[in-house]
């Protein structure tokens, strides 16, 4: 009261301050952050080692394994999960919610630091970054050019476009995939190395020795002092052909001239192994993956980098720069079609009030109201560090609604005062009690007193009709609301069957984690038979490619394929296994200008492809960003997780897991989860170099030189002794390697064929001392709670549910006993879906509680909150049915619209229950007409307020907009709920207030002034 009485004395003031919000809200609509969703970083610190050549068993024992013991310990830490590969270990650091991840890094690399003396000698240093759970990068950035090769695109695309762009606040990383690594090779003669008695390790050692980095001192000459530097670098790689492996020696008395490294060896400036092959619409290149660090804006990464392009240094003019895919795209698409449907809505509400009160005036008021509140929310989500996302818009769209309520009811009950012939500032001060937002209790009374007209006004025309109209409607609810009093009992069972009846519709209702969203992307994993060659598996790439084109012709904008492995740190941001395995990237039109949804394009290609490549598994995921985050990272949103150390029992137990939920069908016989697929790879092809230790021993060898002289062979020397060769133009730095020429590594006899030098000086060959057997291990080997695990995953089928798929699983694991030592469980998204429903029951159930307790302190009661509180379950008998007729699921989002409308459904009750205690209490009415005239009075406003708040909800619930789909079912639940709520309230709370009267107990005597000017 004191509020509106202060703007009703000065309208100056409120006239400043709502010019003040307006000027503040510009400022802050152009300074929010807009992103898809708050901010939700998960503390994840990511931790790699790479060590080539070595196999997933060795890399999880020796590295991996010692990792996850030492940063297990850091303070805060929730669980540790890793992955071994072969050369690389990736070890994964969770926290708990809160922890500082800058603090978190440092204690993960001291840690580390710590146990560096008892991991192996030659790995890499290991390092360690703040990871983003959703390991989809924001933006494709292809790199190409007509003047430059494979070489030295990567060159370019490494040493200069990656350190820019990583400078850029909110880049994580922008590693470059694809292209070649320059290497300077010193590729040895099996042959000329045998002829003069020397093994590969000399030449090594002899080329590590002659290109090092080593001040040589300084002299003092008089008044002078000079530094002295050797040329102990190589400037260019021709020179490395002079290097003396051996020097001049007397044999037989005879000089044999020094054996030179262009004797037994040719010098390239040359590249490495190609162990990942890209290709962007159909051609071969080099492109940037740029991720974003946790807890960065999307869109301003990517406008940032879109900024940067044009000013990168040292990019030659004829290397063109383009992005191929930008994540943003779809979330400034979702939030514009928010903001449509907000704006859309608030239309639609103003003109309900339009035809209500038949009063331009009035709907003026209302118009001005509500932008001039949602203004102010934008200074608030400013000064709090908001972003505008999906959340906070779809709060806004339904925010609306609420305000237009507010505003409804007291300008009704003005208008109706008015004609009935009070004044305007007593109309205005009557009713100013029941406004719940500082604009309802300022501005809106406000204008009321100085726009609305006086009791002399007439209506005409159309006005008059309408108003007319209303009134019968009145009279004709005041009769049947009669007829209820007067038969209770038979109303109130007739609700209380409805409301059962609509509870077997849950059954019948699906349920998710959240609505699937067309975010015009999907991806195929592709594996060809384990063992594959990268070149052979780029062919499958290209007929996927073929594939793509001929079932999406002019449908998409960008098709991206990776194949292999990479080296180096992409390795850790790589979903590929190995060189038989790639992913096909591609991204549609987007949802306005194709015909077709993002699932049913990946459908259409999966009908066309399946029995295209034969021996080529195919796993499909669609969507982006988005889905990477409901799934928490994983790659499906079902995941069975098998714990136990025995891999072979848990790949015998994950194959029985894999059949079972194949065989998972509905009702109808049709399957519930598609591309089911087991983590674990089996047989990769391997040679197995047992040593026969005693022959080994006679010779002088030990294990250590014999496998020095295997690795150095075959992969080269920069494993064990990395030696750098610096560009004198560029200055980039690249590895000297030296290996065996490829003609001596490239046949299973090679092997064994391997020269290893005694300390003795004779050569001996491998085979000598060792036998090569043939075998098979993991490709990788997971971990987790320092448990090894294999996953089992699938995705939901189209047009099933997660909930039903889910149970189905559930079932099948616990007709599946485990084996001993070994435990499996459900994870993923289900998983999150079950903690998250358990988690909404209770805040809905608290919501009602919270509820009856505002409700019992206003009203000074225990039983009438209680009867109003019986409007609730008729919402979410009508939220059943309304998800039930759209065919929409029970979700995340349908449980907060369910939570939402407790508090707007009881609004209704409240004003019923409310206007009939003060007419018995100040007026002395009887129970019935007392219940009879305040359901008269207020239909109209309650009338007013639902369809307001439905129609401002429709375009919501529509679902039109790109992205929309994330708040459809949400609209679609507040729509329902206040819908059924709304017209059995109108009925049953009157009809158990006038059963509960006979408990009540009247109030204490009410402050005469106070009852005096309550609202009628």
């Avoid at 000064?383 to 906070?392: E, I, K, Y």
Wanted: aromatic letters at 6%.
């Amino acid at each position: 009261m004191w509020l509106t009485r202060l703007a009703l004395r000065n309208p100056v003031l409120i006239l400043m301050m709502s010019l003040a919000t307006l000027a503040l809200g510009f400022v802050s609509v152009r300074h929010l952050s807009v992103d898809l969703f708050p901010d939700i970083t998960v503390p994840l610190i990511r931790v790699a080692v790479f060590y080539t050549g070595a196999g997933p068993v060795d890399i999880e024992k020796s590295i991996t394994m010692p990792i996850e013991r030492a940063v297990s310990a850091s303070p805060g830490v929730d669980r540790v999960e890793s992955v071994s590969k072969q050369g690389v270990s990736l070890v994964s650091v969770w926290f708990q919610f809160g922890t500082n991840l800058d603090n978190a890094q440092f204690d993960v690399s001291q840690r580390i630091a710590q146990i560096m003396n008892t991991l192996p000698p030659g790995i890499q240093q290991p390092f360690n970054i703040k990871f983003d759970i959703t390991n989809i990068p924001v933006v494709y950035l292809a790199v190409g050019s007509d003047q430059l090769d494979e070489r030295q695109l990567y060159d370019l695309a490494l040493n200069t476009i990656e350190p820019q762009l990583e400078r850029i606040p909110g880049v994580a990383s922008a590693t470059p995939g694809g292209g070649k690594v320059r290497e300077i090779e010193v590729q040895l003669e099996r042959e000329a190395l045998r002829a003069r008695g020397l093994g590969p390790l000399e030449v090594v050692k002899a080329v590590n020795s002659s290109n090092l980095l080593m001040p040589s001192g300084n002299l003092r000459v008089g008044d002078r002092d000079y530094n002295v530097f050797a040329n102990t670098q190589f400037q260019q790689a021709k020179p490395l052909g002079d290097v003396v492996v051996r020097p001049p020696m007397e044999v037989n008395n005879r000089l044999v001239p020094p054996v030179r490294v262009s004797d037994v060896a040719h010098v390239r400036d040359s590249t490495a192994d190609q162990n990942e092959i890209v290709r962007i619409n159909g051609q071969r290149g080099v492109y940037l993956r740029v991720l974003k660090q946790p807890g960065a804006n999307s869109i301003a990464v990517v406008d940032a980098v879109r900024a940067a392009l044009p000013n990168l240094r040292g990019v030659p003019p004829t290397v063109k720069m383009a992005i191929s895919f930008d994540q943003s795209s779809y979330i400034r698409a979702a939030v514009k079609a928010l903001e449509h449907e907000a704006v859309q809505g608030g239309i639609l509400a103003v003109l309900v009030i339009l035809v209500f009160l038949v009063s331009l005036r009035a709907t003026a008021i209302v118009a001005v109201a509500i932008p001039l509140s949602i203004v102010a929310t934008f200074v608030l989500l400013f000064f709090s560090g908001q972003t505008l996302n999906v959340f906070t818009l779809g709060g806004l769209a339904l925010g609306v609604g609420r305000l237009v309520d507010d505003s409804i009811v007291e300008l009704e009950n003005i208008h109706r005062h008015l004609a009935l012939g009070q004044n305007r500032r007593q109309a205005v001060l009557s009713f100013a009690l029941i406004m719940s937002f500082f604009v309802s209790r300022t501005v809106t009374p406000l204008l009321c007193l100085m726009v609305m007209p006086g009791a002399d006004h007439e209506q005409h025309g159309f006005a008059k009709w309408f108003t007319e109209k209303l009134e019968k409607l009145d009279n004709a609810y005041a009769g049947a609301l009669t007829w209820v009093l007067h038969h209770r009992g038979r109303t109130i069972l007739a609700i209380l069957a409805f409301f059962a009846v609509s509870l077997f519709l849950s059954k019948r209702i699906g349920s998710e984690f959240f609505p699937d969203s067309d975010e015009s992307q999907f991806s195929v994993s592709y594996k060809t038979p384990i063992g594959t060659r990268v070149e052979r598996t780029e062919q499958v790439a290209i007929k996927l490619e073929d594939a793509v084109n001929k079932a999406l012709p002019g449908l998409y904008t960008t098709m991206i394929t990776d194949s292999g492995l990479p080296v180096g740190r992409t390795a850790i941001f790589s979903q590929n296994t190995g060189p038989h395995a790639g992913n096909l990237q591609v991204n549609l039109l987007s949802k306005n200008n194709r015909n077709i949804s993002d699932t049913g394009a990946a459908e259409k290609l999966r009908t066309i492809i399946q029995s295209a490549l034969p021996g080529t598994q195919l796993y499909f995921f669609v969507g982006g960003i988005v889905k990477r985050i409901l799934n928490f990272g994983s790659a499906a949103p079902i995941d069975v997780e098998i714990l136990g150390y025995d891999l072979e029992q848990g790949a015998l137990y994950a194959r029985q897991v894999y059949e079972a939920m194949r065989q998972v069908t509905d009702k109808d016989g049709k399957p519930l989860m598609t591309d089911v697929q087991i983590s674990r790879e089996e047989n990769y092809p391997e040679l197995d170099v047992v040593v026969d230790r005693e022959k080994a021993g006679r010779l002088g060898l030990s294990e250590q030189e014999i496998a020095t002289s295997v690795l150095t062979s075959l992969t080269g020397s920069t494993q064990l002794q990395p030696t750098q060769f610096i560009d004198p133009v560029t200055g980039n730095e690249y590895y000297i390697n030296v290996r065996m020429d490829d003609r001596y590594r490239s046949h299973l006899a090679d092997l064994e064929d391997i020269s290893i030098r005694t300390p003795a000086g004779n050569l001996v060959a491998l085979a000598s001392i060792a036998k090569v057997k043939r075998s098979s291990g993991p490709v990788l080997i997971n971990r987790k709670y320092l448990q090894r695990i294999i996953d089992v995953t699938a995705n939901v089928a189209p047009g099933k549910d997660l909930g039903s798929a889910s149970a189905a699983v559930e079932k099948a694991l616990r007709d599946l006993r485990p084996p001993e030592g070994f435990s499996a469980g459900l994870s993923g998204q289900a998983q999150a879906q079950k903690d998250a429903f358990s988690g909404l029951s209770l805040a809905a159930l608290m919501a009602i509680a919270l509820v009856y307790m505002v409700l019992a302190s206003q009203f000074r009661s225990l039983l009438d909150p209680l009867v109003i509180m019986f409007s609730v379950p008729l919402g979410v008998s009508g939220v059943f049915i309304a998800l039930w007729i759209t065919g929409t699921t029970l979700s995340v989002n349908s449980f907060m619209g369910i939570i939402m409308m407790v508090g707007i459904v009881v609004s209704n009750g409240v004003l019923l229950v409310d206007f009939a205690n003060v007419l018995r209490e100040r007026d002395g009415l009887p129970i019935v007409d007392a219940v009879v005239r305040a359901g008269r009075t207020r239909l109209r406003p309650i009338l007013m307020t639902t369809i307001a708040t439905i129609v401002g909800l429709i375009p919501m619930a529509l679902g039109i907009g790109e992205g929309s789909e994330t708040n459809l079912p949400l609209a679609r639940a507040v729509i329902g709920g206040l819908t059924v709520s709304t017209f059995f309230t109108l009925f049953l709370v009157p009809a158990l207030y006038s059963i509960a009267d006979r408990w009540r107990k009247p109030h204490p005597a009410e402050d005469e002034e106070e009852l005096a000017h309550s609202p009628a």
